[in-house]
Nanobody, 114 residues
Framework: QVQLVESGGGLVQAGGSLALSCAASGIAFSRYTMAWYRQSPGKQRELVASVASGGNTYYVNLVKGRFTISRDNAKNTMYLQMNSLKPDDTGVYYC????????WGQGTQVTVSS
């Protein structure tokens, strides 16, 4: 049974920070590239950042310099540190595999007020 459980979302003012976590079970976590996706109001679900099994990272331009993705393979956990948050960052954040996002969880809501 594959499960990806996101946590850490909340309500924050613009300029603030949040730290998200993704706890994985039922998969060979350390062998997958993992990624954070988000579903923002009025937009399709989109890739935010990814981290390969060996630690190489990728960020979309909109979050580059503000977000930091990381993983702890020993804990089967991925993280997303979000700083300097903007209202446009508002959405439901999901973790999943890359390039094929096979396992969707419930996500965690991030709301950034202006």
């Amino acid at each position: 049974q594959v499960q990806l459980v996101e946590s850490g979302g909340g309500l924050v003012q613009a300029g603030g920070s949040l730290a998200l976590s993704c706890a994985a079970s039922g998969i060979a976590f350390s062998r997958y590239t993992m990624a954070w996706y988000r579903q923002s109001p009025g937009k399709q679900r989109e890739l935010v950042a990814s981290v390969a099994s060996g630690g190489n990272t990728y960020y979309v331009n909109l979050v580059k310099g503000r977000f930091t993705i990381s993983r702890d393979n020993a804990k089967n956990t991925m993280y997303l540190q979000m700083n300097s948050l903007k209202p446009d960052d508002t959405g439901v954040y999901y973790c999943n595999t890359l390039p094929v996002p096979t396992y969707w969880g419930q996500g965690t809501q991030v709301t950034v007020s202006s």
